[in-house]
């Protein structure tokens, strides 16, 4: 996967100037020992320049981990820690930043060796607020040298979507469809984030798709697609233009990112996308999320910057769904009733016309946009990619802006049944525990769209931890409540 930074952690060990050097120095060592016996070594910087005991000590470090690349800090108390210096070393950092502590290793370490790192993480906690210093502290964040090389670790992706949002910029083209005024929401929470956005007409898209006609790359693409599709190749007839759009799209990409490194895309796709291009560009998004330059549907900004993220903290593909159908009674006897613990208010068609990368679907074969054909000639409707998506871990999430500018979120876990749909476009069956209440107290009470983004796997601690640190209210991050935990607008006599 492109289109993401790569993180690097600096270490930077404190220690308060009433306790032993040599404690923060030691522990430090072991920590950076212990992460490179579990994990990749160039993940981590060690610094090594001093144990941050004062403001000097601070500016001295800060120096030496900017000089080494680092873009995400640990500060890591090895004893009691300097709550003045080692909280100014976060607030000077420019980049996400985490704090870890050391816990007492042996009941020879209870004296002399004691750091009362344990309290220490309560007087750093304390300062950062008062500086209005945001930082990923973990759930438990005091541990041995392995335990605190696992917290580490579980940063990464934290940091890794903290650093691409701050450099990224979303294009959009046209304005949302007619009847998707769900879709549409303020781009100030854009800017909130540090997200540049750039919106544009579908006309400019059309000249510049106009001008790459018989652009000499073409063959070169249309052969890639060929190769991608296999069996699936029932269109072929479509790939050459296609081919041209995708090359119309990073070639946008790449003269109007501008000073930003990153990029996601809400594209148009209809109502007059097909008669004018004579396509759908359903499968030229599938294939550019796969390298990890999400396209959403329906000029979805907050679509784009929901996969956008997704796609960051799993360092693999995602994709955009309506969260479309209920799933048949039959379907739901005959090949989920008594094999999988869900009832059939847990289930739920999740369905796009084919913007799913090929790589997410069981077998992919490309087709025409059937919804869009009963209005339109069925010929400007090809380009769908359609397939059942792999069963698996999925995680549906989305980050939102409200009408009034206020920024929520929603994260659930759960997976794709192995259960063939008999339906068409990318779509899956899938299976969330308490989906009913979670659709009714917090899609339809929240003001959700309809589109959510999937990631492919159990990313929710992540994202959870990404919506914190960007300013999600904890009380906005929104999740599928157990049974016996009532949403507030929920009737506690139903």
Not at 91 to 102: C, I, L, R
Not at 144 to 152: K, R, V
Not at 382 to 408: H, W, Y
Not at 472 to 478: A, S
């Amino acid at each position: 996967m492109n289109n993401m930074p790569k993180v690097k952690v600096g270490i930077v060990a404190v220690s308060r100037d009433c306790f032993p050097e040599s404690l923060s120095v030691n522990r430090r060592k072991t920590l950076v020992e212990a992460y490179k016996a579990a994990y990749n070594a160039e993940d981590i910087y060690e610094c090594p320049v001093c144990i941050v005991e004062s403001e000097i000590h601070m500016m001295q470090a800060l120096e030496d981990i900017k000089k080494a690349g680092c873009n995400a800090l640990c500060v890591y108390l090895g004893n009691f820690g300097p709550e003045i210096s080692e909280t100014l070393l976060a607030k000077h950092f420019d980049g996400p930043k985490m704090f870890v502590a050391a816990a007492e290793e042996d009941e020879n370490s209870l004296i002399q060796g004691r750091g009362d790192a344990y309290c220490g993480m309560l007087n750093a906690s304390y300062n950062l607020k008062l500086r209005n210093v945001g930082a990923y502290i973990p759930e438990y964040p005091v541990g041995l040298a392995s335990e605190c090389a696992d917290m580490i670790h579980e940063f990464l992706p934290i940091a890794r979507a903290v650093i691409a949002l701050s450099d990224l910029k979303i294009i959009s083209f046209g304005p949302r469809p007619l009847n998707f005024l769900a879709c549409n929401a303020p781009i100030k929470q854009l800017y909130n984030l540090n997200v540049e956005i750039e919106e544009n007409s579908e006309l400019d898209l059309f000249e510049a798709f106009n001008k790459h006609a018989g652009d000499p790359r073409i063959p070169e693409v249309v052969a890639d697609m060929a190769n991608e599709l296999g069996a699936g190749n029932a269109k072929p007839e479509i790939l050459p233009k296609l081919a041209q759009y995708e090359l119309t799209l990073l070639d946008w990409i790449e003269a109007h990112r501008g000073y930003r490194k990153y990029v996601a895309i809400a594209g148009k796709c209809w109502p007059a996308f097909q008669t004018q291009f004579g396509f759908v560009p359903c499968y030229v998004n599938s294939r550019l999320t796969g390298r990890g330059i999400p396209v959403s549907c329906e000029v979805d900004i907050y679509g784009a910057l929901s996969e956008f993220i997704g796609t960051v903290v799993s360092e693999d593909a995602v994709t955009l769904l309506d969260i479309n159908n209920t799933v048949p009674n039959f379907i739901y006897d005959q090949d989920i009733k008594g094999k999988y613990e869900y009832t059939k208010k847990d289930i739920f068609m999740g369905f796009h016309c084919g913007n799913t990368c090929s790589s997410k679907l069981s077998a992919c074969s490309m087709k025409y946009q059937m919804i869009m054909a009963r209005s339109l000639p069925e010929e400007v409707t090809q380009g769908t990619l359609e397939g059942d998506i792999v069963p698996g871990d999925i995680t549906f999430f989305r980050l939102q802006s409200t009408a009034d500018c206020k920024l929520r979120a929603y994260i659930a876990q759960g997976e794709v049944l192995p259960v063939a749909t008999r339906s068409f476009g990318s779509i899956g069956i899938f299976a969330i525990p308490e989906m009913g209440r979670f659709y009714r107290h917090v899609l339809i009470e929240k003001n959700y769209p309809h589109h959510g983004a999937v990631a492919f796997g159990h990313y929710g601690k992540a994202l959870y931890e990404v919506f914190k640190y960007i300013g999600v209210p904890v009380d906005e991050i929104n999740f599928n409540q157990p049974k016996g935990m009532l949403y507030k607008t929920e009737n506690p006599f139903a």
